[in-house]
């Protein structure tokens, strides 16, 4: 059995899920049901994949390549696409708010950056909006950071 960073990072997470349900032992009942409802899912789900981890990681990966066909490397193309979208999602969030960048930036990202079509575009950005305002904003009462922008105008 081979430890690679998956069932490490896995292990981290469930340890942290589990450090967090036996802190909220010894809190107040009320105090500590947030972490109940958070840790427990999360320490099974953890749990799970530290399993699925070990068993995928004890089996040998052979790829089979070709003398003449040689592996293009990728990652720098990756990585400029996930600083570029890191960019996007921050100058909207930053610009217009949470309740109006959040959709847009999460549509944009189906669309383009995942070129998937325009109905699950449209639809990720509905249900964002609706995670955002209908039950951060509304439901629960919280205060969301509006933006720079929308903050100057009005």
Same mark, same amino acid.
């Given at each position: 059995m081979k430890i690679d960073t998956k069932v490490l990072t896995s292990l981290v997470m469930f340890g942290l899920f589990s450090s967090a349900l036996l802190l909220s032992l010894w809190l107040p009942s009320q105090a500590a049901f947030l972490p109940y409802i958070i840790g427990i899912p999360g320490a099974i789900l953890c749990g799970f994949q530290v399993i699925a981890d070990l068993r995928n990681s004890a089996k040998p990966k052979v790829i089979d390549v070709s003398v003449d066909e040689v592996p !293009?490397? !990728?990652?720098a193309k990756t990585e400029a696409e996930m600083f570029f979208w890191l960019a996007v999602y921050t100058v909207? @969030? @930053?610009?217009?708010?949470?309740v109006i960048g959040g959709p847009i930036a999460v549509s944009l990202y189906v669309y383009f950056g995942c070129r998937d079509g325009l109905k699950n575009a449209l639809f990720s950005g509905g249900g964002t909006l609706l995670v955002l305002f209908g039950i951060f904003d509304r439901l629960l009462g919280l205060t969301l950071f509006e933006g720079l922008l929308i903050e100057y105008l009005f």
């Open positions: !293009k490397d !990728k990652s909207l @969030l @930053l610009s217009v708010g949470f």
